[in-house]
């Protein structure tokens, strides 16, 4: 071979090389990790990706859930989405913040969810199985933002999937961050590009838009009425996970100085913002006293005076009668300073005794100020837990070793979540049987959800053969 087609040779060869790097640095500069500037280019990208999951196999889905477990339980990304968290919603306890996050990475069911249904017969085999719906707008609450990514992005890409988040815009920033730091580990490990997207600046407008993008196949709504309504009206499938007013019931036959820890622990978790959280007490006359004096041995402090409670009723809520956004999620502690009383850090939660109609029963207030109803018997306790959770159907507690008085209050308040001699949050699988979610559809009945939630089920037939018995 001449000199001159050598050098011809190694020209081609070099503008290969540079014209392949080119494409690379485009590429790498087009990769956003899951973030858009527009919703429509969102969903674009959200559907082209869904595709590319389509066609990869189960234990490629399963590689990925593993992958969303990693990278949360890496001990520096864990401590830096629970501090990001509470810093920009102002709401919750960084080390609460800590328990959920890990709780959604460790405990959300992956692809084993998915259990397919087999029937054979004379006529063959017929198949029934958990396919997914394609692209699902899921919306996050303030309360819980970077929990629900967690929880809802295992689920769903478990189910096959693709997941548009619209955040709270009060949680954008570190939903960006979380959005990102998952579809780099995902990238990394060989997953399309934005199994998990979200538009860089979430709106009320983007929200809408997502919600009647006919590529958007499935909504999923964690957060308050309003929300939950709306994606119900959308004239498409919905799921939705609506508020709670939790209620707790203890009965003389509690063990009462367990039932007093149990409460404050769950009263003040992540100060009081989960949906799960008890709300308000219903405690029998013969015990209340007991209760009472060890729930302050556990870290509560009591109000007492009809107008000192009416004060600081004023304070933490607004004229029409809901909580007030700046004390939503705040400790005891920050609320009784800004009540003027400075009160130890070990307390954890104020309690007060109230008539069962105070504001304070009957509407969810998310701040670890716990109204403390008295009744003469547990049968009264028990209406008036139901009046109290307001047929949302969400979650109730009780305190009783009687088993008959227990069946009754499970039968009339016909909650989603029943927890019985424990703190709410074993109903989430924290010191409780079962796995966890941050979406619990009461409304539309999907319950604690999980990747089959997420699914549509399809049946296969094969017919005149497979049936082998
Ligand atoms: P929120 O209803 O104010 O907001 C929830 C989400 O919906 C946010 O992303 C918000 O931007 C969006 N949104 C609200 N109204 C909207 C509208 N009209 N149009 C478009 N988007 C809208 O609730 P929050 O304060 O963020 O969260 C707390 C509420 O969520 C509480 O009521 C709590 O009980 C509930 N919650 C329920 C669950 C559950 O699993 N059932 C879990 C967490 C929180």
Redesign the pocket.
């Known amino acids: 071979m001449d000199l001159k087609a050598i050098e011809q040779m190694v020209e081609q060869v070099l503008r290969e090389i540079q014209s392949e790097q080119i494409v690379n640095v485009t590429e790498q500069r087009k990769e956003g990790y899951g973030l858009f500037s527009t919703i429509d280019e969102a969903i674009e990208a959200s559907e082209k990706a869904q595709k590319k999951l389509l066609y990869t196999g189960m234990a490629d889905r399963q590689k990925y859930v593993d992958v969303i477990r990693k990278t949360v339980l890496n001990k520096e990304n864990l401590e830096l989405i629970s501090k990001l968290a509470v810093e920009e919603t102002e709401i919750g306890c960084y080390e609460h913040k800590l328990i959920k996050n890990r709780l959604a990475a460790e405990k959300t069911p992956g692809t084993e969810d998915l259990i397919s249904e087999a029937v054979t017969g004379d006529n063959g085999l017929t198949l029934i199985e958990y396919c997914p719906f394609g692209v699902i707008g899921a919306?996050?609450?303030?309360?819980?933002p970077t929990e629900?990514i967690i929880n809802n992005s295992i689920s769903m890409i478990a189910g096959g999937n693709t997941v548009l988040f619209?955040?709270?815009?009060?949680?954008k920033k570190v939903s960006r961050l979380l959005v990102k730091m998952l579809n780099k580990a995902l990238i990394e490990a060989g997953a399309p590009s934005n199994l998990i997207a979200m538009v860089e600046e979430?709106s009320?407008e983007n929200?809408?838009k997502m919600?009647s993008n006919p590529k958007v196949r499935l909504l999923v709504?964690?957060?308050?009425?309003?929300?939950?309504k709306?994606v119900l009206s959308s004239g498409k499938k919905a799921i939705?996970?609506?508020?709670?007013?939790p209620p707790v019931v203890v009965d003389e036959t509690a063990d009462i100085k367990k039932a007093a820890k149990d409460i404050v622990d769950g009263c003040s978790f992540d100060n009081n913002?989960?949906?799960?959280a008890e709300k308000e007490v219903f405690a029998v006359d013969s015990i209340c006293d007991h209760l009472i004096q060890y729930m302050k041995d556990n870290g509560a402090y009591l109000m007492t005076g009809k107008q000192q409670i009416e004060e600081l009723k004023a304070l933490v809520t607004t004229e029409k009668g809901g909580p007030k956004t700046s004390f939503?999620g705040k400790s005891a502690v920050y609320i009784m300073d800004k009540f003027g009383v400075k009160v130890p850090d070990s307390v954890r939660v104020i309690i007060m005794e109230v008539p069962k109609d105070d504001l304070f029963v009957q509407e969810?207030m998310?701040m670890p100020i716990l109204p403390i109803v008295r009744v003469s018997d547990v049968d009264t306790a028990i209406e008036y837990a139901y009046e109290a959770e307001q047929g949302n159907r969400?979650t109730a507690i009780m305190h009783s070793q009687n088993v008959e008085k227990l069946s009754k209050m499970a039968k009339v308040l016909e909650t989603t979540i029943f927890v019985k001699n424990a703190p709410s949050f074993a109903g989430i699988g924290a010191g409780g049987e079962g796995h966890t979610?941050?979406?619990?559809?009461?409304p539309t009945g999907e319950g604690l959800?999980s990747a089959r939630s997420f699914c549509r089920k399809r049946k296969c037939v094969l017919a005149d053969a497979f049936s082998i018995r």
């Open positions: 919306i996050t609450p303030t309360t819980n629900t619209s955040p709270h815009p009060r949680a979430p009320l929200t809408e919600i709504a964690t957060g308050g009425p309003s929300i939950v709306k939705g996970a609506g508020a709670g007013n913002v989960p949906c799960i939503v969810e998310m969400h979610t941050f979406t619990i559809a009461g959800t």
